[in-house]
């Protein structure tokens, strides 16, 4: 089985709820969707980055792995698109006892549960219409997929927590909507945070809006934060 990689390197993890650690990031290439905000379009073709076979790309990653890691994140793109080759590199993380942590949009659940059991640190992120991520058309099926994996996660007792972006674009009443879907699966000692985050560079939220998304949150969910990909503010990949 082969992989393609867009990137590996060591960063300060900016986003969710383990920012500040040191982080290796393992950058999948490939994803079909088309958020507005993305900040990784580079990595968004099947064809970018390099092809490696599983077991190369688990020499890199075990070539990349400085001291003192925190966790290695999977990233992209879309690492479930690639979610065979995921599985098999998050299984040769676990040997070297280091976390395994997942970021994805969870567009199918069904691939998601597949390479969860291999995995510590799951971010659930679910995307609002305005993201342009998928059509009108698909949405609610995206939206079923993305709560089937929150589902899934909270099951089977994983360090999990909800990440949404947030730009000035982003309508308040399909979020509350949304936010009362999840709360009526999941309680709230059932997840590690909620992160508002908001879009960075392009359609920014102003603070009114933040905290009118945050006070949607907060009735369900005490620790709600809202917190900014903190990597770029020091110019870290
Ligand atoms: S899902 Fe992620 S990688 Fe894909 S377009 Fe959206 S932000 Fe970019």
């Given amino acids: 089985m082969n992989v393609r990689l867009f990137e590996i390197f060591t960063s ?5 709820i383990l920012y500040g650690t040191k982080t290796l990031f393992v ?17 968004l073709p099947m064809d970018s ?35 065979k080759a995921v599985l098999e590199m998050a299984k040769f993380v676990k040997t070297k006892n280091i ?36 059509d009108l058309q ?30 000035s674009r982003t309508e308040l009443e399909p979020f509350k909507q949304l936010i009362k879907k999840v709360f009526n699966i999941i309680s709230e000692s059932q997840i590690a945070g909620f992160i508002i985050q908001p879009s960075y560079g392009i359609a920014e939220p102003n603070l009114k809006q933040l905290f009118n998304f945050y006070d949607s949150v907060y009735p369900y969910y005490k620790q709600v934060r809202i917190v900014p990909q903190l990597h770029k503010f020091i110019g870290a990949p």
Avoid: M, W
């Fill in 12 to 16: 300060v993890e900016g986003e969710g």
């Fill in 138 to 167: 698909h949405y609610s099926n995206l939206l079923e997929n993305e709560l089937q994996c929150l589902t899934f996660a909270i099951n089977s007792n994983k360090t999990t927590y909800i990440k949404i972006v947030i730009s």
């Fill in 99 to 134: 976390p395994t942590y997942i970021e994805s949009s969870c567009f199918d659940s069904k691939k998601f549960a597949e390479i969860l059991p291999y995995f510590d640190y799951i971010k659930i992120e679910f995307k609002t219409q305005d993201s342009e991520f998928v």
């Fill in 27 to 43: 950058r999948l290439a490939g994803c079909p969707f088309k958020c507005f905000y993305c900040d990784t379009k580079d990595s």
């Fill in 49 to 83: 980055g390099n092809e490696y076979t599983i077991e190369d790309a688990c020499k890199l990653i075990e070539q990349n792995l400085e001291k003192n890691t925190y966790k290695v994140n999977f990233t992209g793109g879309d690492p479930l698109v690639q979610s």
